[in-house]
Structures are given as C-alpha cells and as structure tokens.
C-alpha cells in the first residue's frame, strides 16, 4: 500500500482486519463495507469514538452493513502484510479520498506530511466524501454525513494538543 507508512497505527489495524474480513468472504479485495465494520470492530480508533460521540447507532449501523454486504464483523488480527492488502475499485476511490482529507487535515493543522498520521477519522471522511463516488446507503440512514463529519473532525483536531490521532 502506497501510504502505508504514513497510516495511524489503528488504522493499518483497521485496513488489515478489513482485509482478512474480505478473504473470510471470499473476496480477493477489500470493499468500503468491510473498512466501515471494521472501524466498527476497532472500539478504540478515533473514527469509532467520533461516531459514538456524534449519536450514531453503532450497532444499527453495523447491522445494516453487514446485512448490506452479508459479512460478519472483522477479527481484529493482524496476519497479513501491507504488499499483501488489495482493495476494490470503489474501496480505493475511499482511500484516494482519505489520502486527501488527511492532507487536508495536516494544512490546517500547518504540519507537512511528514508530521502527521493519515488516521482513521481521515478514512471515516474519505468513506463519506461525495467525490469518492461511493455512497454506503447504511451510513446516511443513520445520520452520517460527510459535511457534518469533517466539522467534528475539525473540531477535535482543535482540540488536539499533540499525540497520535488514529
């Protein structure tokens, strides 16, 4: 994976547990439902608690995608390697976005890229961001949207006084 190094470590959590939901699945490639429920599985990321915080129905919302996709919530393991993970077409436009959201982040922040952390309230944006060209129905029926995400995210980033976001 291209960024890897730059990823949060809760966030290659995340990446790789979706990874090896997909191949539970018998999908050779992660799809933006298997990054989603496994933000969902990782309690202690940043994008699980911005979602709590925000009032979401974890669970309702974790239901609805598995129903959605017809997986079961990732184990969080770690078995894979970075070379290994392949994501989807639709997966990758998410991963494109939260590149972008995280650059974004470290502007506003005044940090380049070697002092910030693509973490995974950055993926939560890049899943919600319309110009990814994907749209998790599940999502929006529980109240998640992108507008309202990224002010949430601005206003932790405010808050922030140093240490890894993830």
Sequence with gaps: MQYWHLCSARLQRVILAAHDMALRRGSPAIDPEHLVLAVLALEDCTASRLLAQMGVDVQGLGAALRAQSAAGLPGLSA????????????????????????RRAWGRRAQGSAGGRIGTEHLLLGITNPASGVRLSALHTHGVFHGELAEWVRRLEAAADGGEAG
């Design 79 to 102: 078995q894979a390697e970075p070379e290994d993970v392949r994501f989807s077409a639709r997966a990758e436009r998410i991963m494109q976005a939260t590149w972008l959201e995280a």
